[in-house]
């Protein structure tokens, strides 16, 4: 069965248009808390979501929907989407949602689902809830003496602060750091500060005034270059940079150099094969993650193992493998010994840990390895289908025959956008560049084809 609304992280689109409208978030209420309806016991659905305007009536319609097929609603308020996870577990809750669009613009929102676990769906599951909504929701009303009931749960901002300073070495403090802390005006604007604060440091914050659309506007993990600059001008040891949902994390040292994903994987794999603590003997890493991160591993005796990309077939991968240390380099990085998923601020502190243990700068102790030149270009297009274009083929063939094996070309569709991801990896920084411009007009000119022919 094709799938409609669900993509690569749950369900996302524009707020108001279809499939992110007030209706279709109404029979995801009703189509998954029928799902998860299950034993004699009244079910129960944790909700939280981030800072954006839409979130009032995304949240609204989902709880309408699980609480008429007989769901109890617990509602959190602003959390982090790790922190869904986190309280489906320990509250017993039968499911999780996250009301998020990421790291995407105010104008976008989306629906993430947990199960009890912890962890986020399965396609599998994901295809039964839609099947469910498309084939009719009569069925799963609840009779009018079994209707949920919803209240508002006051300490689960709590819980999560106490939850993430308990993966943070006990005999360590970050007394002495100064760090700046970029939450995108979004999901972890109270909870990240209060953490740092509270673990010792003394913390400079930004992108801690959400007013409904600011949401990853020129700030977060996103847009890392002001955070930067305020390092740099703060005369801060470090940047933290979460997204939207506070589930990527993006790291900068006290010079203002950037360290994406990949480089905080390197740094948080090697303090754990130190320490003991690395299962699997290998980190568990998208297709997008740099050549030089498999080099740097390899260097230090660990394998990468590379799944497709979105951070729940990182998770997938690592519990079939074995392996405690998985991510992306666009941030998130998932540590199966405390998270579900990605959490930017457990993966900060893990990184903070290894540099109070060594007692290095964040310049001396954060980057590993020389990253492979890598380009990556994403190309807004009408069609979908324009990959397979017979002239975009032949631009992505004669690409991979001019890099050989010293490097990659990687063509995939966006989950959650519009858009054809381009990336291409080699040795000689002019000769990606001139091949991921090749292909991308290759694209640029087939979408317009098609569109052309469309129209006529």
């Given at each position: 069965m094709s799938r409609r609304y669900f993509g690569t992280d749950g369900i996302r689109g524009l707020a108001n248009s279809e499939p992110m409208t007030a209706d279709i978030a109404l029979k995801v209420g009703m189509a998954a808390g029928y799902e998860f309806n299950r034993g004699e016991h009244r079910p129960r659905v944790v909700i939280a979501k981030d800072t954006r305007l839409s979130g009032y009536m995304i949240e609204t319609a989902l709880t309408s929907g699980f609480l008429s097929v007989g769901m109890h609603v617990l509602l959190v308020g602003p959390l982090p989407t790790p922190a869904v996870g986190m309280l489906a577990r320990s509250m017993r809750a039968d499911l999780g949602v996250m009301i998020s669009a990421s790291h995407n613009a105010y104008q976008d929102n989306g629906i993430k689902l947990f199960g009890p676990d912890g962890y986020k769906l399965s396609d599998e599951i994901e295809a039964?809830?839609?099947?469910?909504?498309?084939?009719?929701?009569?069925?799963?009303?609840?009779?009018?003496?079994?209707?949920?009931?919803?209240?508002?749960?006051?300490?689960?901002?709590?819980?999560?602060?106490?939850?993430?300073?308990?993966?943070?070495?006990?005999?360590?403090?970050?007394e002495g750091l100064k760090i700046v802390i970029d939450c995108a005006n979004g999901a972890g604007y109270v909870v990240g500060p209060i953490i740092l604060w509270e673990l010792g440091a003394e913390v400079v914050a930004m992108g801690v005034e959400p007013n409904g659309t600011n949401i990853n506007r020129e700030c977060g993990s996103t847009h890392p270059q002001k955070l930067c600059e305020r390092v740099v001008a703060e005369g801060a040891d470090l940047g933290i940079a979460l997204d939207g949902d506070a589930d990527r994390l993006m790291m900068c040292d006290e010079q203002g150099n950037l360290l994406d994903g990949d480089q905080l994987m390197a740094m948080i794999a090697t303090r754990w094969q130190q320490s003991g603590m690395l299962q699997g003997g290998a980190v568990v890493a998208t297709q997008m993650s740099n050549l030089g991160l498999a080099r740097y591993l390899e260097s230090i005796g660990l394998s990468l193992h590379r799944t497709q990309v979105g951070d729940r077939y990182v998770v997938e991968k690592m519990r079939e493998s074995g392996c405690n240390v998985g991510g992306e380099q666009s941030g998130h990085i998932?540590?199966?010994?405390?998270?579900?998923?990605?959490?930017?601020?457990?993966?900060?502190?893990?990184?903070?840990?290894?540099?109070?243990?060594?007692?290095?700068?964040?310049?001396?102790?954060?980057?590993?390895?020389?990253p492979v030149p890598q380009l990556l270009e994403n190309?807004?297009?009408?069609?979908?289908?324009?990959?397979?274009?017979?002239?975009?083929?032949?631009?992505?063939?004669q690409g991979e025959a001019e890099l050989g094996v010293q490097g990659r070309v990687l063509i995939r569709r966006s989950g959650t956008e519009p858009l054809i991801r381009v990336m291409v990896e080699g040795g000689n920084a002019s000769q990606i560049e001139a091949i991921a411009q090749r292909i991308s007009r290759a694209i640029e000119d087939a979408d317009n084809a098609q569109g052309a022919a469309r129209a006529g």
């Open positions: 039964r809830i839609e099947a469910r909504m498309q084939n009719g929701l009569a069925d799963c009303r609840a009779s009018a003496d079994q209707v949920g009931r919803a209240k508002r749960i006051d300490d689960a901002q709590g819980r999560y602060i106490e939850f993430v300073k308990r993966s943070f070495p006990k005999e360590l403090s970050l998932i540590l199966g010994d405390y998270s579900t998923t990605g959490d930017g601020l457990i993966a900060a502190l893990q990184v903070l840990a290894m540099l109070k243990e060594d007692g290095r700068k964040m310049s001396e102790a954060g980057r590993l390895f020389e190309i807004r297009v009408k069609d979908m289908s324009v990959l397979e274009h017979e002239t975009v083929q032949r631009a992505i063939t």
